[in-house]
């Protein structure tokens, strides 16, 4: 506890307020002297993610269903910030998913209109969804029209990153073959930076964001002539 009241620059107070609020996410345990991290971490990391932010991220969604018209065949990222545009989908509406979002997967099954086809690949429980090397190249072999794209994080030249390898490649294949790609990023993603490049903003259409991102990002949007909301 003292390692972590040194390491944060905090009161002590506010480690053990802090520690209780990821104890009850189920995210660490305490054990003598400390904590460490729970044997199910990876299952609730992803709950974690989806509740942070999620007004923001449920609104980004919302938005982004309006971009999905009868008859498309699109791509749906994995991420807490694509998830929940399963949400906001037209019931009346038919179309084609390509997902490797085991949320959207399992969400879809409401809704009869849509023909899901989900990539293969091995259970990753932090994102819940699915990735080997094989991902990328069955999504290659599959046509598109719409891509909606989630990220880690976008730096301060524009571009996307992430830290994982395989989903690297999945997004870069999803944004080569479709024809109309659509990020989705709360503010929080911008001015920060990951391991790998995934794309630059210039290989969007449209940029999903909130009110909160900053002016100068905006203005960078807009530079790139993109869209964004």
Not at 107 to 119: G, R, T
Request: net charge positive.
């Amino acid at each position: 506890m003292s390692e972590l009241e040194s390491q944060f620059q905090v009161s002590m107070n506010t480690i053990r307020s802090d520690i209780k609020y990821l104890e009850k996410k189920g995210i660490v345990k305490k054990v003598y002297g400390g904590v460490e991290i729970s044997t199910n971490a990876e299952m609730t990391a992803f709950e974690y993610r989806t509740e942070k932010r999620s007004r923001d991220k449920n609104n980004i969604a919302e938005t982004a269903a309006h971009y999905i018209a009868e008859g498309d065949i699109i791509f749906i990222d994995s991420g807490t910030t694509t998830s929940p545009i399963i949400d906001y989908i037209d019931d009346k509406i038919s179309l084609a998913i390509i997902t490797n979002n085991l949320v959207v997967v399992t969400k879809a099954l409401q809704k009869p209109n849509i023909n899901v086809i989900s990539l293969p690949g091995s259970l990753a429980r932090k994102t819940l969804s699915l990735c080997d090397t094989t991902t990328p190249q069955y999504l290659e072999r599959l046509n598109l029209n719409k891509a909606f794209i989630a990220t880690t994080a976008i730096n301060a030249d524009g571009i996307l990153t992430n830290a994982s390898e395989l989903e690297c490649q999945i997004k870069k294949t999803a944004i080569r073959k479709s024809s109309y790609n659509i990020l989705m990023a709360d503010s929080s993603k911008f001015g920060t930076t990951s391991l790998l490049d995934v794309a630059r903003l210039s290989d969007f259409q449209v940029v999903i964001t909130d009110s909160k991102l900053e002016k100068k990002y905006r203005d960078k949007i807009k530079s790139s002539s993109l869209v964004v909301v």
